[in-house]
């Protein structure tokens, strides 16, 4: 298969070590052309729909467009951290624990089980805090963030569907936004 640049320079920015870059463009063009035959290689499954809630409170679907449940941003993570560092996977555990424990401690059960307005106090105390991350599941909450946003973005239906991005061309004109301007 042949390296992209553009997906190249996305995985080596989201931290996939160089050395892992083909294995890894071959599974994410996989997880793009049948995301239901991909196969978790960092998480477990538990771990996997935390996260992929997580990630769908961050950005949720609307009638606009779907969520990062549909773009499977989840799976996206997963494929990330499965061939970045030891350390960077070692960090990511941490954090990762520290929120379920948050989660454990405030609610008294996983972020998944919770009722929806328990995991919206519990990402609403952790958002509180996202400039200045201190405690691992503060840490935690902003890497899924930013995670979050930069696989959504990037997938078919972020960056094609919702933003309507039609690919590099040449405009013969640089038509202004169409949305009226608000009055007031």
Known sequence: MKMDRRTTLRLLAAGVLSKHLGRTQQHLHKLAKAPQDYRLQFFGDAENEIVDRVAEMILPGDSRSGGAHEAR???????????????????????????????????????????????????????????????????????????????????????????GYKGNQALAEFPGCAAPLPTG
């Open 73 to 163: 941003v989840s799976h996206y993570i997963d494929l990330v951290l499965a061939n970045s560092s030891k350390a960077t996977q070692s960090e990511w555990r941490k954090r990762f624990d520290a929120f379920r424990s948050m989660s454990v401690q405030q609610f008294g059960g996983e972020f998944a089980s919770l009722h929806q307005n328990q995991k919206a106090a519990l990402l609403d105390a952790l958002a509180a805090k996202e400039r200045q991350p201190v405690e691992a599941a503060e840490m935690f909450f902003k890497e899924m963030k930013k995670f979050t946003i930069f696989a959504y973005y990037t997938s078919e239906i972020g960056l094609l569907k919702e933003l």
